[in-house]
C-alpha cells in the first residue's frame, strides 16, 4: 500500500492487516467494501474502487484495479470527502 510517501507492506491479522514494519498502520475492509486504513495518527483514509477501474492494475487477478482515497476523517469528526470524474475512453 502506498499512503502519504510510504509504501507499506501489509501483513494479514485476526481480520484485518497491519503494517509489516509500521505497527501504527492498519487496514480493514468495511462491508460496503471499501478498505479503510488507520495510520499511527487517528486518521482514517477510506478507498473505493470506481467499476470503471476494476482490472486496471494490481498484482492480484480479477481483483486488480486502482482504488481511490474517496475520504479522510479525523476524530472529533473532520472530514475531507472527494469526488472523481471518470470517463470510458476507447
Do not use: C, K
Amino acid at each position: 500500500m502506498s499512503l502519504l510517501g510510504r509504501n507499506i507492506e501489509m501483513i494479514h491479522q485476526g481480520t484485518g492487516w497491519i503494517g509489516r514494519y509500521a505497527p501504527d498502520v492498519s487496514m480493514q475492509v468495511g462491508d460496503d467494501g471499501a478498505w479503510m486504513v488507520v495510520d499511527g495518527n487517528g486518521l482514517v483514509y477510506t478507498f473505493t474502487q470506481d467499476p470503471l477501474l476494476v482490472g486496471t492494475g494490481g498484482p492480484f487477478v480479477g481483483s486488480g484495479g486502482l482504488w481511490l482515497l474517496q475520504s479522510i476523517h479525523r476524530r472529533g469528526g473532520a472530514a475531507v470527502v472527494l469526488s472523481y470524474a471518470i470517463a470510458h475512453r476507447v
